[in-house]
């Protein structure tokens, strides 16, 4: 009687062709889900990268931390990247540097509502020395 063997089709880790999607470099944050706040931001540079839908656009990554309404400062988003034209451009030139700004909005050439920073934003030396954050917030809080 002729024996048969069985061969393994997958892998313990599936199919050897597919490809497996990394994990995302970044976190999520979209400036216009939260107009209003004050944010810390660390900026890390502007850099364009593909995208499936609009091809090859700027973005510019940064550090966020959003500000709560009582003060409380929430954890570090890292190396967030943000599309929105007006802030890569109010950013650009802030590479290596972190500042303490609210989030605003203008209206857009489309009509719409989009996400920029006021303009009165502080910088600051350290993103984590709470208390050069407090000044920065009362400064903030001032103008």
Known sequence: MPTTTKKKVFGASGPKKLKTFPKPESDDFKPIEHVGATVILTVHGVEDV????YGVRPLVKVDVRV???????GPALKKVGIFSTAIIGQLEDLTGSSIVAVIE??????????PRLSDDYVEISDPNDDKEIAEALEALADA
């Not at 593909?50 to 839908?53: A, L, P, S, V």
């Not at 709560?68 to 400062?73: L, S, V």
């Not at 909005?105 to 989009?114: F, I, M, N, R, V």
């Open 105 to 114: 909005t203008y209206e857009s050439k489309s009509g719409g509502d989009a």
């Open 50 to 53: 593909k995208t499936n839908r």
């Open 67 to 73: 500000v709560a309404e009582d003060g409380t400062i």
